[in-house]
């Protein structure tokens, strides 16, 4: 046992000094940046899980490469049930979790690498799906994401769109522009408290769960808890984006968050 445990510690280090190596730039040949240079290093095309490593990225990492008419995209977050939990802690949103090919948050370093370049400029393209087969979208220039000494501060520039500006909220004061990300155990979501009614919070995650670039709460979340058909109205954690459906909170069926250069 103790001789099986030692080899595969061998090999994991074998393997990360491999990764190390191949991340170094000079032995770089593992796939492109994003997946909108896919189609210049693959024939087919066919949207599907590619392996990319953006700019000055440590390693190459699994991404869904959505081949769509208006663009190929790299899907950030997608949510198409509850099978893969997304109330967890500061690294879980750092690093990511879930399966790029299914449900998944890319995760929030990588996000932050692939649009730290200010010499390019990014969409970011929001997809919801309702239980009713209904759909709608928001999609905003000029996203970007900060490093993690920003708490991976979100930028969005202009909104266009049929769901809504909900980043910048359903109501005033909730401005999620230029706020920092947050988890349970990673708190800068500006409430210190904030009072909903009768109700005081320092917390957003304590009713809304997840994480996310909460600001005052605010009236966008797409990490919080999904909730099956007929049961998905009026929680306080669910896939909620309030300027589409409101104002007793809606939770949509799926959501879509990518990403393309513009
Ligand atoms: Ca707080």
């Not at 693959?42 to 990492?61: L, T």
């Not at 008419?69 to 979790?97: C, H, L, P, S």
Request: glycine share 14%; aromatic share 14%; hydrophobic share 35%.
């Amino acid at each position: 046992m103790g001789g099986l445990l030692g080899w595969s510690e061998l090999m994991l280090a074998l393997l990360l000094i491999f990764s190390m190596q191949t991340g170094s730039g000079s032995v770089n040949a593992v796939g492109p940046p994003d997946c909108s240079y896919i189609r210049t290093f693959s024939s087919n095309g066919a949207s599907g899980v590619y392996s990319i490593q953006p700019e000055g990225f440590r390693f190459s990492f699994e991404a869904y490469c959505e081949m769509g008419t208006n663009g190929i995209w790299t899907v950030i977050q997608k949510r198409t049930g509850g099978a893969v939990t997304f109330d967890r802690e500061w690294a879980a949103y750092k690093n990511g979790f879930g399966f790029a090919s299914w449900d998944h948050w890319l995760g929030l370093e990588k996000i932050s690498a692939m649009t730290k370049d200010k010499s390019k400029r990014w969409k970011l393209r929001v997809d919801l799906w309702d239980f009713e087969g209904g759909s709608a979208y928001a999609e905003y220039e000029d996203f970007r994401v900060g490093d993690e000494s920003t708490n991976y501060r979100l930028s969005v520039g202009r909104y266009s769109g049929t769901a809504g500006d909900a980043i910048r909220g359903a109501y005033p004061g909730v401005d999620q522009n230029g706020y920092g990300f947050s988890t349970f155990d990673h708190d800068s979501d500006g409430c210190n408290p904030c009072l909903f009614g009768d109700i005081a919070t320092n917390r957003c995650t304590d009713f809304n769960s997840g994480g996310w670039w909460y600001s005052k709460c605010g009236s966008a979340n797409l990490n919080g808890n999904w909730h099956p058909k007929g049961d998905n109205i009026g929680w306080s954690s669910g896939l909620h984006w309030l300027t589409w459906k409101g104002p007793a909170p809606y939770s949509a069926k799926a959501t879509r968050m990518m990403i393309t250069p513009m």
